[in-house]
């Protein structure tokens, strides 16, 4: 059974920094695309962030040279570390994985599998 559980989420400064991570179980995540989706208030859920197999990764022009998706396999952790953050950043922020060596579909829209239950990311003074 596949499990993705997000931790790292909470109230952050506008300009600050935040680090998600999602630790996987039931998969071997090196044979994964690894992402991360964010869903606003009142707002659909569109992808940030996602990554191949091979390291290549895709970010959304909103957060492109200020997040950074990254995976640990030995710990089976996947992370997006979120810099210089600003109220527009405030979503809940999801982990989610596919069983393809590359992302799937287009930028935002990918194509993923599985999903974790979400963070949520508050960006106030």
């Known amino acids: 059974q596949v499990q993705l559980v997000e931790s790292g989420g909470g109230l952050v400064q506008p300009g600050g920094s935040l680090r998600l991570s999602c630790a996987a179980s039931g998969v071997t995540l090196d044979a994964y695309t690894i992402g991360w989706f964010r869903q606003a208030p009142g707002k659909e859920r569109v992808g940030v962030s996602c990554a191949n197999t091979d390291g290549i990764t895709y970010y959304t022009d909103s957060v492109k040279g200020r997040f950074t998706i990254s995976r640990d396999n030995t710990k089976n952790t996947v992370y997006l570390q979120m810099n210089s953050l600003k109220p527009e950043d405030t979503a809940n922020y999801y982990c989610?994985?596919?069983?393809?060596?590359?992302?799937?579909?287009?930028?935002?829209?990918?194509?993923?599998?599985?999903w974790g239950e979400g963070t949520l990311v508050t960006v106030s003074s």
């Open positions: 989610t994985i596919d069983p393809w060596p590359t992302c799937r579909g287009p930028t935002g829209g990918w194509t993923m599998d599985y």
